[in-house]
């Protein structure tokens, strides 16, 4: 598990996918902070890394990448804990349009394709 605070390229994540599910890497974006945590099995444990490094609870969420797929399909909206009926996410997905956006414009910056 690690904390992107730079820039990470695309082959990193691609190798980082096949070590664990292959064409796939779980991560966990912070909105505020504009941080992204990868590499682990759970998004609960990038959460809690996250969490750990100063993070609040609510501007964190779980996404994964796929390194292998361009456009719309790098980026899948799907974990358990962006389950939030407080904050208005009654789903795994991300409901809010403007916070899918700032995850998109996150991993844009963090990520170099």
Same mark, same amino acid.
């Given at each position: 598990? %690690? ?18 599910? &292959?064409?796939?890497? /779980?991560?966990?974006?912070d909105v ?21 490094? @100063?993070?609040?609870? %609510? ?8 390194? @292998? ?18 904050? @208005?996410?009654?789903?795994? @997905?991300?409901?809010?349009? &403007?916070?899918?956006k700032k ?5 844009? /910056?963090?990520?170099?394709r």
């Amino acid at each position: 598990m %690690k904390i992107i605070r730079q820039r990470i390229t695309l082959d990193e994540l691609n190798e980082m996918a096949v070590n664990l599910f &292959g064409d796939m890497i /779980k991560a966990v974006v912070d909105v505020d902070r504009e941080l992204i945590a990868i590499d682990a099995e759970l998004h609960s444990d990038l959460e809690a890394l996250l969490l750990q490094d @100063g993070s609040k609870q %609510k501007s964190l969420w779980g996404i994964n990448f796929y390194p @292998g797929m361009r456009g719309d399909e790098f980026i899948e909206f799907d974990s358990m804990i962006n389950m939030r009926p407080s904050q @208005g996410n009654k789903s795994r @997905g991300v409901v809010d349009e &403007g916070i899918r956006k700032k995850i998109i414009e996150i991993a844009a /910056k963090r990520v170099r394709r």
